[in-house]
């Protein structure tokens, strides 16, 4: 099955500094890349997301790069803030023996960003 | 819209005891899954459905059992209770394209 392996599992940053988080999957087949925030004590909340066709995607302060030959993506957050600062998840869709798509999904073991004011 | 709930919101359990774990969605999505987030592990997927009357495995299905009787809700069954499975236990349902919502969370534990 997927295996999808995140970097680092802790990062601390200065308020206005940018943080990047890397991930890697190891079934070529996947094609459908989210990011998860999730603050203490709560759910995870999609903050983006990528599909294969594509190779960055931004959204304000919020980037993901996607490379599909190393099979690797990154999540990109520029001038951080301490709202930043929460549990982070990669994620890669794996297409299941039942037929449609992207209806699984295998998580990352989560990037504890802490943003310091 | 409640969006995704899920009953209880805490539980705790003895060694052996059984209780069932309720996701309800208004949302009408087909797909609905079951995982479990344990610290450093990230969310693992228990069991999911991708209609009303099916359920299929997951990563770590062993000791859980699942029911999606009706679309609008998932049942996770926990037969025999262990430590092992003190978790956080969220619901989420799949809405188009792909994007997966969460649902509160479950936190239980067994003693």
């Known amino acids: 099955g997927e295996n999808v392996e995140q970097h680092p599992s802790t990062l601390s940053v200065q308020e206005g500094d940018s943080a990047v988080i890397k991930c890697t999957y190891s079934d070529s087949a996947s094609n459908y890349f989210p990011w998860y925030k999730q603050e203490l004590g709560k759910r995870p909340q999609l903050i983006i997301d990528?599909?294969?066709?594509?190779g960055e995607k931004k959204d304000q302060r919020i980037a993901v790069t996607l490379n599909k030959t190393a099979k690797h993506f990154s999540l990109h957050i520029t001038e951080t803030q301490p709202e930043d600062s929460a549990v982070y998840f990669c994620?890669?869709?794996?297409?299941?023996?039942?037929?449609?798509?992207?209806?699984?999904?295998?998580f990352g073991k989560g990037t504890l960003l802490t943003v310091n004011p | 819209n409640a969006g995704v709930t899920q009953t209880p919101k805490f539980r705790v359990l003895k060694t052996g005891q059984s209780m069932t774990l309720l996701c309800a969605q208004d949302?009408?999505?087909?797909?609905m899954y079951w995982y479990r987030q344990d610290p450093g592990m990230g969310l693992r997927l228990i069991h999911y459905s991708v209609g009303e009357g099916t359920t299929a495995k997951g990563e770590v299905p062993d000791g859980y059992n699942v029911s999606r009787l009706k679309k609008q809700n998932f049942l996770l069954g926990l037969e025999s209770a262990a430590p092992s499975q003190t978790s956080v236990y969220f619901c989420a349902t799949r809405g188009m394209p792909y994007e997966q919502y969460f649902g509160p969370g479950t936190r239980l534990t067994v003693t």
């Open positions: 994620a890669a869709s794996i297409r299941g023996n039942s037929g449609g798509s992207n209806y699984k999904l295998t």
């Open positions: 990528i599909r294969s066709n594509v």
């Open positions: 949302m009408n999505h087909e797909y």
